[in-house]
């Protein structure tokens, strides 16, 4: 009877044999049990069961709550001690998928009883009938109904997934009730969490393949023991992510790797049990690393299997691509990538499909865009990373720039890859056709709805820098893409993050779609931006004794939380040309004269300028008038004041103020509201624009500018 009653607590609890023994692998406590709690914890009330049953519970789930190494030895001894082997202290039995068919008929013959039913049998009973297997919905119901028989103890919330399923809810609970994690640690946990709702309810594998997948089960299992997860090194955490993903792409994209297989006339057991251990080996070594403090030497070694698929003659952006150069550095930006990144793993449907992310230049857009895109590859993500330049505008990288896209997500993702080759194979110019709509319609949207559901985590496009695209008529086609109520309906795990300078085209086309989040970097507190800086700027001068905190953090001050100038002024100050030593320079920084620290930003302010503002005559005098007021008052003042005292002006034209601010947004804040105070990017733009030499056809002169003031405020004052 007492055995009949430990069978049927091992079915309750999901601790039954289950086809994972069937399958080849070792039974064992741990290995693919749901994770029940520490009983231990839960005190002996009045009118809860006998001392004794309870004591046998705590033992079983405290067996069970053992790290899966550890619960693995620990069932691999006691089989060991029963047939009189010698067990090695310190040995760590592993259960792995690599077993032969005559072991697999062994374990399926014997599955040996647990230490609480041997401790159970007082003399011997009859052997009971074979019960039916519970299926995963009456074991969910009768353990609610067992549990509720411990006065005051709640039911275990979400066995009713059974215990296949179990790790992978905990470990999503687990996940969802952490706080302050880093954010390239948040990108890989969005990977583990979107991996772990796919196979919560998986079933129905190959036998190999559900060895893999209880693989990937302990790796749960591990993760959500003594909070392991927010102990792990970052970049731990990422490899596991990473191992994890490519683990997952085999299991789902299973089947049509069998049928690619055997067209080549491969092995399918052969060449599964290959790229199963593999798996396997990888994932067991990243969690052994981890316990042993040294996964960051691991090398993840990549096993997706792509078809060679016809892909030849396919246009492709050469060097348009990822630069992690150009990440942020460690420790700065960390609450604008921790947003961007909650943005990537947000599980709403109805999440907007586009991020803009746009500032003034030099404030940081671009390394923000290669950090997120850094942190997606790292991790196992699908993505792509496409990056314009002013200097490669000869290229014409936006004919290129969906084909690039589709090309990449097809590198890294074989469900897209076949369905991206049947699309080129009923049509091969769209290999090569410039047109930005065909690329967008067949090399992309057509080829995502059909892999719908069979991609691993989020698809995240990263797009940097379309300003610098050329003129607004090169992005015309790729806004009217990202503006269109189809790309709203993107599936819910595809995001674009797109950078860029508030240009006006960019601005008026964007700002106006539901579906964009648009998020300014000219918001970002000033005081945030200069703790960024002054860790950028220390560790940029680290090398040279001459610069100590004070010079460090005037530099910071002097940057007016801009990026660009402080990179500029760091490489100003380092000894990289002769004439002049590191105290000097960084004296010419902080107090410039003509030149040298002064024109720091002087490149910049021209090439911008150069972009935005045509040289002709009616234009330039539009510019220099509207530019007079602004730097000649002695406080800022807001666009509404500005427009009022140009009304007012002595000049014959009232009507250049807006049709020049409009497009200044690059170098001038606060023009977007009328109420906004108009500042420049940085403050050396207004010495740039009084100095002829340094400004040329854009040089600004005082003039009569103090008649005109007081002329416009005496009328503003009426």
């Not at 393949?209 to 970049?235: A, F, G």
């Not at 994209?253 to 067209?263: A, D, E, L, V």
């Amino acid at each position: 009877m007492a055995r009949m009653q430990s069978k049927k607590l091992r079915r309750l609890f999901g601790f039954a044999k289950t086809s994972n023994e069937a399958s080849g692998l070792a039974s064992s406590p741990g290995r693919s049990e749901a994770r029940a709690g520490n009983f231990a914890s839960i005190p002996e009330t009045p009118g809860m069961t006998s001392p004794g049953g309870l004591a046998r519970m705590r033992r079983f789930f405290d067996r069970s709550n053992q790290g899966p190494s550890t619960a693995i030895a620990t069932g691999v001894a006691d089989t060991q001690a029963r047939e009189g082997t010698q067990v090695v202290p310190g040995q760590v039995a592993v259960a792995t998928s690599a077993v032969g068919g005559a072991q697999e008929q062994q374990e399926q013959s014997h599955v040996a009883p647990t230490q609480n039913a041997e401790e159970s049998v007082a003399k011997p009973e009859p052997e009971p009938k074979p019960e039916p297997e519970p299926t995963p919905a009456s074991a969910g119901q009768d353990v609610d109904a067992a549990i509720k028989e411990f006065d005051g103890v709640d039911p275990i919330s979400g066995i009713a997934v059974g215990a296949v399923g179990a790790p992978f809810k905990v470990f999503n609970q687990v996940v969802s009730t952490l706080a302050d994690v880093h954010p390239y640690a948040k990108a890989a946990l969005g990977v583990l969490t979107f991996t772990s709702q796919r196979f919560m309810d998986q079933a129905n594998l190959d036998k190999a393949v559900s060895d893999l997948l209880d693989t990937m089960r302990n790796v749960y299992e591990w993760l959500i023991q003594e909070d392991r997860i927010r102990n792990l090194d970052k970049d731990a955490l990422a490899k596991i992510a990473w191992a994890i993903s490519d683990s997952a792409h085999f299991v789902i994209n299973y089947s049509t790797t069998k049928s690619f297989w055997t067209r080549t006339g491969k092995h399918i057991f052969s060449e599964t049990r290959t790229v199963v251990d593999d798996h396997a080996k990888t994932l067991e070594n990243l969690m052994q690393q981890c316990r042993d403090r040294a996964a960051r030497n691991v090398q993840v070694n990549t096993y997706r299997i792509l078809e060679d698929l016809n892909f030849e003659g396919m246009a492709y952006a050469g060097g348009a691509g990822l630069n992690t150069t150009k990440k942020c550095l460690e420790g700065t930006r960390t609450e604008i990538l921790q947003r961007i990144v909650d943005w990537i793993n947000d599980p709403d449907v109805e999440v907007p499909r586009i991020m803009w992310l746009h500032g003034q230049a030099g404030r940081g857009k671009s390394a923000i865009a290669h950090t997120i895109a850094s942190w997606v590859k790292d991790v196992g993500g699908l993505g792509s990373c496409f990056c314009f330049a002013r200097d490669r505008q000869n290229e014409h990288r936006e004919e290129k720039i969906l084909i690039t896209i589709a090309r990449d997500l097809a590198g890294r993702d074989q469900s897209f890859r076949r369905a991206l080759a049947d699309a080129l194979s009923k049509d091969h110019t769209l290999k090569t056709t410039s047109d930005v709509v065909q690329q967008w319609q067949r090399l992309i949207m057509e080829p995502l709805s059909r892999v719908n559901g069979a991609i691993v985590g989020n698809v995240v496009v990263v797009i940097d820098a379309l300003d610098e695209s050329g003129s607004d008529a090169s992005r015309k086609h790729i806004l009217s893409l990202l503006r269109s109520p189809e790309t709203a309906q993107l599936p819910s795990n595809f995001r674009i993050l797109l950078t860029s300078r508030p240009l006006a085209d960019i601005k008026r086309v964007l700002s106006a779609a539901e579906h964009v989040i648009a998020l300014s970097l000219d918001n970002i507190p000033i005081l945030s931006a200069e703790r960024d800086i002054q860790l950028y700027v220390s560790t940029e001068l680290s090398p040279y004794p001459e610069i100590g905190p004070a010079e460090v953090q005037s530099i910071s001050q002097k940057s007016d939380g801009l990026f660009e100038w402080a990179r500029l002024a760091c490489r100003f100050i380092e000894p990289n040309r002769p004439g002049r030593t590191i105290p000097e320079r960084c004296e010419e920084v902080m107090f410039p004269h003509s030149g040298g620290g002064a024109s720091l930003l002087d490149v910049m302010y021209r090439t911008i300028l150069e972009d935005i503002m045509p040289q002709d005559e009616i234009t330039l005098a539009r510019f220099r008038s509207v530019m007079q007021l602004i730097m000649l008052t002695s406080v800022p003042l807001r666009l509404d004041a500005i427009h009022e005292m140009q009304s007012h002006s002595l000049e014959e034209d009232h009507l250049g103020i807006m049709v020049i601010l409009e497009f200044m947004a690059p170098l001038l804040s606060g023009i977007a509201d009328r109420c906004s105070v108009i500042r420049p990017l940085h403050a050396s733009f207004y010495d740039f624009l009084a100095d002829r030499k340094r400004s040329g056809v854009y040089y600004v002169a005082e003039s009569n500018v103090h008649r005109l003031l007081a002329f416009a405020s005496l009328h503003t004052l009426q």
